[in-house]
């Protein structure tokens, strides 16, 4: 079992910026990916950014080019961040680690609210 833990995010004005941070209580292992989603209230949870198992980078189209993932191996720690944040980046967002094996682990959720 790994825990994986969130940091960062809180109320921020529109066009400032936050980073988001993911401890997970293990070592990434090769292969695994590792990814943020968000989730707005009664919606889906959708994909903001991965970085796949085979180390491709990879943004939605609402994000691309404003946020950028990034993984420390040595601290097995994910961060997102996110600059130039709009009102419609308001969610929670949450780590998402697959392992190679498939199990795969979610972070508790840390809420964004991004005021215009």
């Known amino acids: 079992q790994v825990q994986l833990v969130q940091s960062g995010g809180g109320l921020v004005q529109a066009g400032e910026s936050l980073t988001l941070a993911c401890v997970a209580s293990?070592?990434?292992?090769?292969?695994?990916?590792v990814a943020w989603y968000r989730q707005g209230t009664g919606s889906q949870r959708d994909l903001v950014a991965r970085?796949?198992?085979?180390?491709?980078?990879e943004y939605s189209d609402a994000v691309k080019g404003r946020f950028t993932i990034s993984k420390d191996d040595a601290k097995s720690t994910v961060y997102l961040q996110m600059n130039g944040l709009k009102p419609e980046d308001t969610d929670t967002y949450y780590c998402?680690?697959?392992?190679?094996?498939?199990?795969?682990?979610w972070g508790q959720g840390t809420q964004v609210t991004v005021s215009s």
């Open positions: 970085i796949t198992g085979g180390g491709r980078f």
């Open positions: 293990s070592r990434f292992n090769a292969f695994d990916s």
């Open positions: 998402y680690l697959n392992r190679w094996s498939g199990a795969f682990y």
